[in-house]
């Protein structure tokens, strides 16, 4: 069955480090990953997406990488900052926009 | 960006009641809605696809006659929880794609809810 895993613990760093989450996913050939972030009772917002022929996508102080070999992405924040600690989600889909979710990494950013 | 709402932003009902909630599109039309679940510590759990004008494509283990989908007008779509259960307490979030996105990869982005938490006494 199709899986998709992100880190199983939640991620403390100190303010201006880099936060490095890892999505992996199993029995799936998405054709793009996008990855959210959701705050504590609130719905996801949207952050970043990479298609499957891309290897690296950047946005101000996020930066995310595709292995479709390895079958990962994996999703930086540098330069982090208390006011990025949230739950961040991947999430793949095939061409026909329904995306699943990995569980998500909680990342706090002590000041 | 787009916005999509939900209300209620939450709701509590006795065991046996049904519950409706909304989802707008406030500044796009909607063609297509998604209706997620999510319990504390786990993943957003697609329930369905609401197609506005045609039957809403539920996934699989989703009752269809336990939450009846709505998707009357480009701009709202409805979610109806019938006969509550207390295992149906859950936070319920709906999202839009905008499909006249003006890039490339702003079809793909889905935008989401603020979510509405239920809690079935």
């Known amino acids: 069955s199709q899986k998709i895993e992100q880190n199983s613990e939640a991620l403390n760093i100190q303010e201006g480090k880099t936060a490095t989450l890892t999505c992996n996913y199993t029995?799936?050939?998405?054709?793009?990953l996008q990855w959210y972030r959701q705050d504590p009772g609130r719905g996801p917002v949207f952050l970043l997406l990479i298609r499957e022929n891309e290897k690296e996508k950047r946005k101000e102080r996020l930066k995310v990488t595709f292995d479709t070999t390895l079958k990962q992405s994996l999703f930086h924040i540098t330069a982090s900052q208390p006011a990025d600690s949230a739950t961040y989600l991947c999430a793949l889909a095939p061409y026909d926009y329904k995306l699943s979710f990995g569980a998500g990494t909680t990342v706090t950013v002590r000041a | 960006g787009a916005v999509v709402s939900q209300h209620p932003s939450w709701v509590i009902c006795k065991s046996g009641t049904s519950v409706k909630i909304e989802c707008r599109s406030l500044?796009?039309?909607?063609?297509?809605m998604f209706w997620y679940r999510q319990f504390p510590k786990q993943s957003l759990m697609l329930m369905a696809t609401s197609n506005e004008g045609s039957k809403a494509t539920y996934e699989q283990g989703v009752e269809k006659d336990k939450f009846l989908i709505n998707h009357a007008s480009l701009t709202l779509s409805t979610l109806t929880v019938t006969s509550a259960h207390p295992e149906d307490s859950s936070f319920y979030i709906c999202s839009a794609r905008d499909p006249e996105g003006t890039s490339g990869e702003m079809v793909y982005e889905q935008f989401f809810g603020p979510g509405t938490r239920l809690t079935v006494l």
């Open positions: 500044d796009f039309q909607a063609t297509t």
């Open positions: 029995n799936y050939s998405p054709a793009y």
